[in-house]
Nanobody, 126 residues
Framework: QVQLAESGGGLVQAGTSLRLSCGTS????????MAWFRQAPGKQREMVAF???????IYADSVKGRSTISRDGAKKTMNLQMDSLKPEDTAVYYC????????????????????WGRGTQVTVSS
């Protein structure tokens, strides 16, 4: 299994930007399909952004146009750049990996991913 570790969370003001990173030391990182999920208090975990190992990307409507997911194979990192942050972006953000053999579930399902990080808290103040 790929081991994941998130970083970059914190307390920021609305309208500012934040860059989250997810790192791993696993050599199979380049084959994994990966995603960022988030979970706000009292709410279900939801997918924020997805990046296929071919680098195709998909975004949730709530962050589309103000977020960018990317991955660096050499550094074995996946990043989420979030701009124009809103108080409703406040949540714990998790990175997740779908490693071979790949799940047949859709990319926005938690159960499609076999490996998760521990999460990083993002708090956006108004």
């Amino acid at each position: 299994q790929v081991q994941l570790a998130e970083s970059g969370g914190g307390l920021v003001q609305a309208g500012t930007s934040l860059r989250l990173s997810c790192g791993t030391s696993e050599p199979t990182f380049s084959t994994a399909n990966m995603a960022w999920f988030r979970q706000a208090p009292g709410k279900q975990r939801e997918m924020v952004a997805f990046i296929h190992n071919s680098r195709i990307t998909i975004y949730a409507d709530s962050v589309k146009g103000r977020s960018t997911i990317s991955r660096d194979g050499a550094k074995k990192t996946m990043n989420l750049q979030m701009d124009s942050l809103k108080p409703e972006d406040t949540a714990v953000y998790y990175c997740a990996a779908d490693t071979p053999p790949y799940s047949r579930l859709t990319y926005d399902r938690e159960t499609a991913y076999d490996t998760w990080g521990r999460g990083t808290q993002v708090t956006v103040s108004s």
